[in-house]
């Protein structure tokens, strides 16, 4: 299976921990009842654990549930810790996350990479 998720319509960060024990169902479950949110819309959404070493990603794509399960070798996400808060990201601030960077951005490092593309 391969997908291009550089055009899905919304990007959620679930923030602060999740129990990476979940499976589709279980975060699906945390997607709806927590947050209200449309599973089956054109969304990306992340999760992670208490180690910010790995996350999880549930996309739905018409047919089903896909799940990506990435644990990183070396380096930690910067995660945002509020529990309560769900968060939509743009394409630019998902880059940063999973380069370990944090979504909050100095001005000048947003103009200088927003000149490169």
Not at 6 to 32: F, H, P, S, W
């Amino acid at each position: 299976m391969k997908h291009d998720y550089t055009n899905v319509e919304n990007i959620y960060i679930i923030c602060g921990k999740t129990d990476m024990r979940k499976g589709i169902d279980g975060l699906a479950t945390l997607i709806q009842d927590s947050f209200e949110l449309d599973l089956y819309g054109d969304s990306i959404f992340l999760f992670s654990g208490r180690s910010k070493d790995r996350y999880k990603c549930l996309y739905f794509d018409g047919n089903g549930f896909a799940m990506l399960y990435k644990r990183l070798d070396n380096g930690k996400l910067q995660w945002p810790k509020d529990e309560k808060e769900v968060r939509n990201l743009t394409q630019q601030e998902l880059r940063w996350l999973l380069e370990g960077l944090s979504l909050q951005q100095p001005k000048a490092i947003q103009r200088s990479q927003a000149s490169v593309f």
